[in-house]
């Protein structure tokens, strides 16, 4: 009798055992890992189930719960049961068609407290937990004024907003009055707002924007001083914020309001940008006319045929400064192709053909160097030769042309040719009227 009695008593022992192991029914707190493995329960009669979840960093908490039971809940809480952070009822549920619900929270590190139950009867389900980090780069309990977070200008913060924290302040020095910059962007969340607030705790600035994964950039002139950051929203999840001191562009400079180039040739037409401690100097370039000439993102030109086109640049911070010059491409070199004597007493002077010009001028001097009287005859771009009228009897003449363009009323000068060189005969003129004169 007594071995039948304790083979009773092994058996039953090792069937508790199995229950207890299978189901996890007979405890009310268990540790739940945040691996994503399934584990089953079973509640008893009018009892609940607790799971402890332990999280070491600012992140996503997500719960999933699979019940095979109606009436039944299941909630997430903090470690005292105090505060209900979520949770759902089961209406239905069965174990032909279990009903799945999860919970997803921006959390602290701490410890909270999963609970599964029903009411009136015993509860079967499953559940499982997931983490994943915030990448949050904060530093202790940022979530007042006295426990700023101290932030150096131009780090990039990454900030977690969470169920419990959902307002994180921050701290910064400038050390000379300037236009404190401050952008944020609100990642997961869809609604943030930034406030500015001086060393007594003065608010000199606020305003929400809106929307999930959205940039604004906050200024606000200030002098040289600590003041304080705070990011707050009533939803949860990240942002990041990125603090700098910001000099705006106050001019730019070129070197003249007017430049002539020569084909093929470049130039640089910038002098300065002002003030030299601006934070962003860059700055953006175009020409109106880039078959005339091109310009490069440092303001360097260069000449590619005659023409006009005016160079812009512009400030890219934000400043909308402009400044403008104009470019003014000379013709290239004219070539004489005929320079002879129609008759004993008449010249007749020809060119080869120039692109993109207004004009010739032709020229003659009894001097070499073109010194003293000299006489000047100007044609179109379509005529490309000239005839004098009668020349002085056994005389040396010397001859040279250049092409032109206008541009707003004025005209500019390619290079003189090579001089040419006719000496005319005792007799002879021109067959028609010329109104190229001898001088």
């Given at each position: 009798?007594?071995?039948?009695?304790?083979?009773?008593?092994?058996?039953?022992?090792?069937?508790?055992?199995?229950?207890?192991?299978?189901?996890?029914?007979?405890?009310?707190?268990?540790?739940?890992?945040?691996?994503?493995?399934?584990?089953?329960?079973?509640?008893?009669?009018?009892?609940?189930?607790?799971?402890?979840?332990?999280?070491?960093?600012?992140?996503?908490?997500?719960?999933?719960?699979?019940?095979?039971?109606?009436?039944?809940?299941?909630?997430?809480?903090?470690?005292?049961?105090?505060?209900?952070?979520?949770?759902?009822?089961?209406?239905?549920?069965?174990?032909?068609?279990?009903?799945?619900?999860?919970?997803?929270?921006?959390?602290?590190?701490?410890?909270?407290?999963?609970?599964?139950?029903?009411?009136?009867?015993?509860?079967?389900?499953?559940?499982?937990?997931?983490?994943?980090?915030?990448?949050?780069?904060?530093?202790?309990?940022?979530?007042?004024?006295?426990?700023?977070?101290?932030?150096?200008?131009?780090?990039?913060?990454?900030?977690?907003?969470?169920?419990?924290?959902?307002?994180?302040?921050?701290?910064?020095?400038?050390?000379?009055?300037?236009?404190?910059?401050?952008?944020?962007?609100?990642?997961?969340?869809?609604?943030?707002?930034?406030?500015?607030?001086?060393?007594?705790?003065?608010?000199?600035?606020?305003?929400?924007?809106?929307?999930?994964?959205?940039?604004?950039?906050?200024?606000?002139?200030?002098?040289?001083?600590?003041?304080?950051?705070?990011?707050?929203?009533?939803?949860?999840?990240?942002?990041?914020?990125?603090?700098?001191?910001?000099?705006?562009?106050?001019?730019?400079?070129?070197?003249?309001?007017?430049?002539?180039?020569?084909?093929?040739?470049?130039?640089?037409?910038?002098?300065?940008?002002?003030?030299?401690?601006?934070?962003?100097?860059?700055?953006?370039?175009?020409?109106?006319?880039?078959?005339?000439?091109?310009?490069?993102?440092?303001?360097?030109?260069?000449?590619?045929?005659?023409?006009?086109?005016?160079?812009?640049?512009?400030?890219?911070?934000?400043?909308?400064?402009?400044?403008?010059?104009?470019?003014?491409?000379?013709?290239?070199?004219?070539?004489?192709?005929?320079?002879?004597?129609?008759s004993g007493l008449s010249a007749y002077v020809a060119v080869k053909t120039q692109s993109d010009i207004s004009g010739y001028e032709y020229q003659l001097c009894r001097n070499s160097a073109f010194k003293g009287k000299k006489s000047t005859y100007s044609t179109d771009s379509y005529t490309r030769n000239a005839q004098t009228d009668t020349l002085r009897k056994?005389?040396?003449?010397?001859?040279?042309?250049?092409?032109?363009?206008?541009?707003?009323?004025?005209?500019?000068?390619?290079?003189?040719?090579?001089?040419?060189?006719?000496?005319?005969?005792?007799?002879?003129?021109?067959?028609?009227?010329?109104?190229?004169?001898?001088?």
């Amino acid at each position: 009798m007594r071995k039948l009695l304790k083979k009773v008593v092994m058996f039953s022992v090792a069937a508790i055992a199995a229950l207890t192991i299978t189901t996890q029914a007979k405890a009310s707190d268990y540790t739940l890992m945040t691996n994503n493995a399934w584990i089953d329960g079973m509640t008893s009669d009018d009892q609940s189930d607790k799971y402890i979840v332990t999280i070491n960093e600012p992140g996503w908490l997500t719960v999933i719960a699979q019940s095979s039971s109606s009436s039944s809940y299941f909630g997430l809480y903090d470690n005292d049961m105090v505060k209900e952070y979520y949770s759902h009822s089961y209406y239905d549920g069965s174990e032909t068609e279990p009903v799945t619900k999860e919970i997803k929270m921006a959390l602290d590190p701490g410890v909270y407290v999963v609970k599964l139950g029903n009411a009136r009867k015993v509860m079967k389900y499953k559940v499982k937990a997931s983490f994943e980090p915030s990448g949050s780069n904060e530093t202790g309990d940022n979530n007042s004024f006295d426990k700023a977070m101290k932030t150096k200008l131009n780090k990039q913060i990454n900030g977690f907003l969470t169920e419990d924290n959902k307002a994180d302040f921050y701290k910064v020095t400038l050390t000379r009055s300037a236009t404190l910059r401050s952008i944020v962007n609100s990642k997961s969340m869809y609604g943030i707002t930034y406030s500015l607030w001086d060393s007594d705790l003065v608010k000199l600035y606020s305003d929400w924007f809106s929307g999930e994964g959205q940039t604004r950039v906050f200024e606000n002139e200030v002098a040289a001083g600590t003041y304080y950051i705070k990011i707050e929203s009533g939803r949860t999840g990240g942002y990041t914020l990125k603090s700098m001191e910001w000099k705006y562009v106050t001019g730019i400079k070129l070197k003249k309001a007017l430049f002539t180039m020569n084909k093929g040739t470049t130039l640089n037409v910038l002098k300065s940008v002002s003030p030299s401690s601006a934070s962003n100097k860059k700055l953006s370039w175009e020409s109106s006319d880039t078959s005339v000439a091109t310009v490069t993102s440092t303001g360097k030109v260069k000449a590619k045929k005659a023409g006009s086109t005016t160079i812009t640049v512009k400030t890219t911070d934000g400043s909308d400064i402009t400044a403008k010059c104009s470019i003014v491409v000379l013709p290239s070199k004219t070539q004489i192709k005929t320079c002879k004597l129609k008759s004993g007493l008449s010249a007749y002077v020809a060119v080869k053909t120039q692109s993109d010009i207004s004009g010739y001028e032709y020229q003659l001097c009894r001097n070499s160097a073109f010194k003293g009287k000299k006489s000047t005859y100007s044609t179109d771009s379509y005529t490309r030769n000239a005839q004098t009228d009668t020349l002085r009897k056994q005389t040396q003449y010397y001859f040279r042309v250049r092409s032109y363009i206008w541009v707003s009323g004025s005209k500019y000068y390619g290079a003189w040719s090579d001089t040419k060189t006719l000496k005319t005969g005792k007799k002879g003129g021109p067959d028609h009227y010329c109104t190229w004169k001898d001088v």
